[in-house]
Structure formats: structure tokens, C-alpha cells
């Protein structure tokens, strides 16, 4: 009697699947041993781009409202796990404050500090506080620009209109 196997099927994935984003590194950049990782776009590429040419603008001449808006949208993500559906809240007390230490003082770029180390501390961004102090000192558009194209990142992603990356 001839005993006939069943034949063996294999599965090979397509190398084109889609692979599900990780919403706090959206652009999959590589994590270094202890699980930090680099910003997804460097401090000077704010002018490379339509988005970062308009909010290092914005960031230029009005610095305490795009700070204030960025702090509206990462209170809203913590709470919500979604973005903010107007894209933050610009007048707010965090924008009088801001906008008073920097017209009075000159200083308004130290509240930024803390706001910088957050969103490091979100993202698993490598970094220190001095590198945030410097960064907000010597370029206060840049770091608020490269900060709120971070958190542009993860609110596409939750907002729908990024949910796979392809790596292919």
C-alpha cells in the first residue's frame, strides 16, 4: 500500500505587508541600548518643509503662542490618547506668561525647557536638560518647531491618517 503524505505549504510573508506604526517613534528611528532613541527631525530641518517653514515663522514672531498651543496639545493627548481637535489653544495663561517673560525679561525661553524634557521624556528622545536649555536659549524657533513636528507625528498616526508606515 502507498501511503501518500499530504503535501507541506509554507507561508511567506510579502515583503510589502504593512507594518503597524509605533505612535511614539512613528518614523521607526533606530533605538540606541537603553530604549531612547533620535528626535524625528533634526533642530535645524525646520526650514526644509512647507509645515516646519510655517510654524519657525509662527515660532519667530509669536513664540509664546506656538508654545502655548503645543502645551494645549500635549495636555490634550495625555488626557485623551487623541489629538486636539483644534490643534491646541493658543490664548491661553500658559501664552501670557510666556509672552510677559519674554517681552519684559527676555526669558520666556526658559519655560520651554521643561516643556522640551516632557516631550523627551514622551517619545523616549535621547537628551539632557542642558542640551534642552541650550536649545531653547540659542534657537527658541527651532526647538519649538522640532518639538511640535514630534508631536505632529503622533497625532497623525491617532487621528487616522497614518496608521501603517511601510518599510518597504
Same mark, same amino acid.
Given at each position: ?62 513664540? $509664546?503662542? #506656538?508654545?502655548?498651543? !503645543? @502645551? ?6 495625555? %488626557?485623551?490618547? +487623541? ?21 519684559? $525679561?527676555? #526669558?520666556?525661553?526658559? !519655560? @520651554? ?6 516631550? %523627551?521624556?514622551? +517619545? ?45
Amino acid at each position: 500500500m502507498h501511503s501518500s503524505s499530504p503535501p507541506i505549504t509554507t507561508y511567506e510573508p510579502k515583503a510589502t505587508m504593512p507594518m503597524v506604526a509605533d505612535i511614539k517613534n512613528v518614523l521607526q528611528k533606530p533605538k540606541f541600548p537603553n530604549g531612547e532613541r533620535v528626535w524625528s527631525y533634526g533642530m535645524c530641518d525646520c526650514c526644509c518643509e512647507h509645515f516646519g517653514t510655517c510654524t519657525w515663522c509662527f515660532a519667530c514672531w509669536c513664540p $509664546c503662542i #506656538v508654545y502655548a498651543k !503645543l @502645551q494645549s496639545r500635549l495636555s490634550f493627548l495625555e %488626557r485623551n490618547n +487623541y489629538p486636539h481637535p483644534d490643534g491646541g489653544n493658543g490664548c491661553t495663561s500658559e501664552c501670557f506668561i510666556h509672552g510677559c517673560l519674554t517681552s519684559l $525679561c527676555g #526669558v520666556g525661553w526658559a !519655560l @520651554q525647557i521643561g516643556q522640551r524634557s516632557a516631550i %523627551r521624556d514622551r +517619545y523616549r528622545i535621547s537628551g539632557n536638560g542642558c542640551g534642552d536649555c541650550m536649545g531653547a536659549l540659542c534657537c527658541t524657533p527651532c526647538t519649538l518647531t522640532q518639538e511640535s513636528r514630534e508631536v505632529a507625528l503622533e497625532e497623525r498616526v491617532l487621528g487616522g491618517n497614518e496608521r501603517t508606515i511601510r518599510l518597504d
